[in-house]
């Protein structure tokens, strides 16, 4: 028998009521859930390094807190001396790439613990120094920083026909820049080395093209980073050691040595979340969320490592930072519990 369409509206118009009576009941659900949330209509707002590898991090950290219902913005990019002082001020809410001890200064000089709050270890086990290509060093003897003093030394690794070596540097308003001025003074080597500076990826990307023409090089560099994947240390570089402990400011008692003997001018360091004081006593879930949080140096480098190879536009970034927590999903939800936890208290 055939059912006319008129003998079916009556059942059809009951079947839509039902669905969008239960359409609306899961949106009210979802908002009531969002609301509840501890970081329910609170704008967030990083702050990173002008370096496009420090992305990954502050990106992971954005994740996390939009799942405690924060408004996270848009990242900015700033020099991390100023970074320091715009979250003091309020101006912005954290940063998830101080580098502790190397910008110590730039904490205390913000206003310090009365201001700014750090607590947790985000990442650790960060080295930085000076490095040589390995088939200068071993040609001519070179171990040490202060050989650069050497007039012959110095013109090895001299670029522009100066007769000073050539330092690829620190960009401008980095904590490396401060380590690296001082250490010059402190080493006596303002006259025979130049402190080459300006945006480090293109200084870095000259270095790497010279020493892949045999020519020697002489750079600053750190780990977690790509570069001592490309230029390994022990194989095609090595690391110089500096003629005595030396720092900067607040660093100036900290001893350079590390456990081998060795003393390469900066002590290990370990990358902390620094964000706005009156920020984090108002919000104890983001508080706890940045004192949990704790990324392995590796998966910093691999990452790191992947936008070298060309995987490096804000879609990709993205996308390793979702494959992370993807492969580590049981660790995120840990934070996020703990951190509803707290801001439940």
């Known amino acids: 028998m055939k059912m006319s369409t008129d003998s079916m ?7 839509c009521a039902k669905t969008l009576f239960a359409a609306s009941l899961l949106t009210l659900a979802s908002s009531t859930f969002a609301a509840n949330l501890p970081g329910a209509g609170i704008k967030v707002q990083g ?10 991090q502050t990106s992971l950290v954005n994740k996390a807190l939009a799942k405690l219902g924060y408004d996270v913005q848009p990242i900015k990019e700033i020099a991390p001396v100023t970074a320091h002082v715009a979250i003091a001020n309020g101006d912005a809410t954290f940063m998830a790439d101080h580098w502790e001890p190397l910008h110590a200064n730039f904490y205390t000089n913000a206003g310090g613990d009365a201001k700014l709050s750090m607590t947790g270890v985000y990442s650790d ?4 120094g000076y490095l040589i290509d390995k088939a200068t060093a071993e040609k001519y003897n070179i171990t040490n920083i202060s050989q650069m003093a050497d007039p012959k030394i110095a013109r090895l690794f001299d670029s522009d026909g100066d007769g000073k070596a050539d330092l690829t540097g620190c960009d401008p308003g980095w904590g490396c820049e401060e380590a690296i001025e001082h250490h010059l003074t402190a080493f006596k080597l303002r006259d025979h080395v130049t402190h080459k500076q300006g945006s480090y990826s293109a200084l870095i990307a000259d270095t790497l093209i010279r020493h892949k023409e045999g020519k020697p090089v002489f750079y600053y560099t750190w780990t977690p980073y790509w570069v001592s994947a490309v230029m390994k240390p022990g194989i095609d570089v090595v690391w110089l050691e500096v003629p005595f402990s030396s720092l900067p400011g607040t660093q100036a008692k900290l001893d350079t040595k590390l456990p081998n003997g060795k003393n390469y001018g900066f002590v ?6 620094v964000a706005n004081k009156q920020f984090i006593e108002a919000n104890p879930a983001a508080g ?9 140096s590796a998966d910093i480098n691999a990452q790191n490592m992947r936008m070298n190879q060309g995987e490096s536009t804000a879609a990709d970034i993205e996308r390793h930072t979702n494959a992370w927590i993807g492969a580590h999903q049981k660790l995120f939800d840990g934070w ?4 509803m936890a707290a801001g439940k208290k």
């Open 9 to 15: 509206t009556p059942r059809n118009g009951a079947l």
């Open 336 to 339: 996020i519990a703990q951190a």
């Open 125 to 128: 086990n960060s080295a930085q």
């Open 288 to 296: 706890k969320l940045f004192e949990v949080m704790k990324l392995n």
């Open 47 to 56: 702050l990173q390094n002008t370096i496009a590898e420090e992305t990954f």
């Open 268 to 273: 290990v360091n370990q990358q902390n979340i």
